[in-house]
DNA sequence: CATTCTTACGTACTGCGTAAGAATG
DNA sequence: CATTCTTACGCAGTACGTAAGAATG
């Protein structure tokens, strides 16, 4: 008997594919297919039912499908347990919101080098409700990114709040006083993309003062949508810190926006029953490498005391 | 991770010893050693302290056991569950008492082989005690003997209750009346080793007739007794049902002795924690294989209904 | 016709046993 | 000095990836 087989049956059955077992494995499917047949001989038992295209799971291997998520949960946990944290090896997969890639990323990801040097990281970056499905999908292991995921499936670990502002070039001239959402509706928002979270943030905005924001413009990434807003082609949402310098060189400022936004919750995302254990360990590295603010989220609306960026 | 390691970790943790672990898994003591130094790196942690001549299991080896009885138990559940009766891989270890040798054994052999065809069974015969001890230390999966094995760490299953009876050559005419311990214990007693069930059965019986044999003669087996006890040499305590042709043909001759030997009944034992789950099974091949009669044993003391004996 | 699984084949590696070595009580 | 664990070495079987094939929707 063999793990690796067990564990090559499972992400099979769970994703629904040798292909995507393959890839969430780094493996090929061949040799997906090959241990998943040597698992069947082992048996001698059918595992999948491949008269279809796709290869779907038999009851027997739903069966089978208790017993792999239990043993390799267990072997999960004794490999936390017994092994030294330094011999800890394998594949650790991490999503990461973009704000987080262009603050403390870095510095995560120096520290889990430090305390893991046998971890493969693979990062990937993308838009927070790309990086949850994937998540949800068994094939990411950790996400770092705004909001909270629901569910009892998942863990999450707060890393601190982020405050973003309106932001615009000063050549905008929009005035000094209050500008509520029927006002910025005029102006042209520059966003992120549709399906974004950036996105969402601004709509909600808008419609919580009954307004539209009637011009939008999406970008790819917050440096772009900050170089655009730059250039006065609009406004748009931007976390303060990252900005420090555009604001004192006076290339960006900061709108008198009302109601102000409120500070956006990160949090680090696991699957409860990871087979990863250093999925939990790492999003406690990543609380402590975050340097995002801890502000009580009771009180979102009040205007949080200015911090110390370190950026 | 491999299952083969931690197997191999598990039993040399559990006998105390790398050479007697390579004994129960079929292996060489430079195997296991290695084995468990694989392990060693794969944690990085010290599994067994070396500094003596024999390893020791250290505190975190200690943790590791538990994890390691967990993953195996489960491992055997699912092989059990999914796996098909005829593929069933490995070894099975049978220990069995003399009688069952010598009436029913080579039929439960051929059903085992018809059942399980891949697996290998290991024979031994010897005394009930060594049976026992031997299934206590995990060096049995399975003991077929008289008698139950108290605790809760072991499972039996009856396997019927086998008659015996004093026999004697008809020379040495003890006469036609009842025969009491008093009486017999003139005469010279033909038993198997001291150590074994039938010596203890014998002794049992004279104290309850408050006397003791004083001229006993021990010999290794039941055939060997059976035929000393031919040759007038002496008494000797034997299985009715196996000696049938003896009896006819006045070579043996049974004794009309009081109290009359209760039925002695025959389990099937294995640990209820085995890894081997096939034990179970073969157990309940052993019941259905066993053509040993099935008397009620509330009532030993009273004569049983002569059966139709098929030997 | 793109996708999904299977098969064939060559290579690299892992795991095992034999045998010899070192240490211990 | 017998027993117990470790090390060295060579062989064999296994596992993997590449690449090509077959089937399905």
Redesign the interface.
């Known amino acids: 008997?063999?793990?690796?087989r067990l564990e090559t049956f499972y992400w099979a059955a769970k994703l629904g594919s040798f292909t995507a077992a393959a890839d969430r494995l780094n493996a090929t499917q061949s040799t997906v297919s090959m241990r998943i047949q040597e698992l069947e001989r082992?048996?001698?038992?059918e595992l999948f039912d491949r008269s279809q295209r796709a290869a779907r799971v038999t009851p027997?291997g739903r069966?089978?499908i208790q017993?792999?998520e239990?043993?390799l949960q267990?072997?999960a946990?004794?490999?936390d347990?017994?092994?030294?944290a330094?011999?800890m090896p394998g594949f650790l997969r991490v999503g990461v919101a973009e704000v987080i890639s262009i603050t403390w990323l870095p510095r995560l990801v120096k520290e889990i080098h430090r305390r893991y040097p046998k971890l493969q990281l693979e990062l990937e970056e993308a838009l927070t409700r790309d990086l949850v499905e994937k998540l949800e999908q068994g094939y990411l292991d950790l996400v770092l990114a705004p909001g909270r995921v629901e569910g009892h499936h998942f863990t999450s670990q707060p890393l601190g709040t982020l405050r973003f502002a309106w932001m615009s070039s000063p050549a905008l001239s929009l005035g000094d006083g209050e500008l509520t959402p029927k006002d910025l509706q005029k102006c042209s928002v520059i966003a992120l993309a549709k399906e974004s979270y950036h996105h969402t943030l601004i709509e909600d905005w808008f419609s919580l003062g009954d307004a539209r924001c009637h011009r939008i413009y999406t970008c790819k990434g917050l440096g772009v949508a900050a170089s655009l807003a730059q250039s006065g082609l609009g406004v748009t949402l931007l976390p303060v810190r990252c900005f420090h310098k555009e604001l004192a060189s006076g290339q960006l400022k900061i709108l008198n926006a009302t109601p102000p936004f409120p500070a956006i919750e990160f949090t680090a995302t696991c699957a409860s029953d990871s087979f990863q254990p250093l999925a939990r360990s790492v999003a406690q590295l990543a609380y402590e490498a975050s340097d995002f603010e801890n502000i009580p989220l009771r009180s979102q609306a009040e205007p949080a005391a200015e911090h110390h960026d370190r950026y």
Chains 1, 2 share one sequence.
Do not use: P, T, V
Request: proline share 0%.
């Open positions: 008997m063999n793990l690796k082992e048996f001698d038992a027997l069966e089978l017993y792999a239990q043993i267990l072997a946990e004794m490999r347990h017994i092994g030294a330094e011999s």
